[in-house]
């Protein structure tokens, strides 16, 4: 029994010194801590600016000058109407970019043969006024649709050749024509007109046009005894104070100075990141 005592405290005694043992080694190690890193603060990003880009727009000048031209369709009618002569001639002068001073000279011989009476009006005339340029053109086009304000002026000779007396019992017929031959001259006429055209460059300063007026006849010096049926530059009178008229032209421009012209720089914004 001793024995067994003595036996059992010893097996205590080694059990007690191998966790004393094992406690001390593991005291003796050492752990790397474990060391929590405290969350980055995030840094605001700046705000996305808006970035402009220009455009790269190409030089621009306006050329200066005068335009020069005739009108076709007085030109050409007498070669089918043996009853008139007459031509015209057109100019026009840039002022601004959109403004032109224009003028207008010319001269007419028409015949009008009515059913009572045949007259010849034979003179000149000269119209003058501005246009006001109403096309946008592109690059370097000199391209124009216009509208303007006229003034003109004709002095004129009024020839009565024959006429007829009014029958009003036509039992026997008409009266035959009486010959005139009455001659009225140093007459005169005015009139204000509006007038819109187009002109179109064909070929290098080359360009074609068709214009129209409309007229309001404010002075008109009639010869004693008869009337004016026929106005060089107005046209018919039969319609009262008011006259139309057109004209087809080609005209020829010539450049004598150019203006820069400064082009308004067009700024695109970039897209906005979300």
């Known amino acids: 029994m001793k024995h067994t005592l003595k036996y059992y405290f010893s097996l205590c005694f080694v059990f007690a010194m191998l966790l004393g043992h094992a406690q001390e080694i593991k005291d003796s190690t050492t752990t790397k801590p474990i060391v929590t890193e405290k969350p980055k603060a995030k840094t605001a990003k700046p705000a996305v600016q808006e970035v402009k880009a220009d455009t790269i727009v190409p030089p621009k000048t306006d050329r200066y000058g005068l335009r020069v031209g005739v009108d076709l369709y007085k030109l050409t009618r007498g070669f089918y109407d043996k009853d008139y002569k007459g031509v015209e001639f ?11 001073l224009a003028a207008e000279l010319g001269f007419e011989d028409k015949t009008t043969d009515d059913d009572r009476l045949n007259s010849t009006a034979t003179g000149t005339y000269i119209k003058g006024g501005f246009d006001y340029n109403l096309y946008d053109n592109w690059l370097d086009m000199e391209n124009l649709i216009t509208i303007g304000l006229r003034g003109g002026f004709s002095s004129f000779s009024q020839d009565l050749n024959s006429y007829k007396i009014y029958n009003s019992n036509p039992y026997w017929g008409e009266k035959p024509s009486i010959e005139a ?27 074609v046009g068709f214009g129209v007026q409309l007229k309001l ?21 039969y319609d009262g104070s008011f006259g139309v008229g057109f004209n087809y032209t080609v005209s020829y421009f010539i450049p004598i100075y150019k203006k820069k012209v400064i082009v308004p720089e067009i700024q695109k914004q970039a897209p906005k990141k979300k």
């Open 217 to 237: 006849l404010v002075m008109n010096n009639k010869p004693s005894g008869f009337d004016n049926l026929y106005i060089p530059g107005f046209n018919r009178t």
């Open 90 to 100: 057109t100019g026009d002068w840039r002022l601004t970019k959109r403004y032109y």
């Open 181 to 207: 031959n009455q001659k009225n001259s140093g007459l005169s006429a005015a009139w204000l007109e509006v007038a819109g055209g187009i002109k179109a460059e064909v070929f290098d300063n080359l360009f």
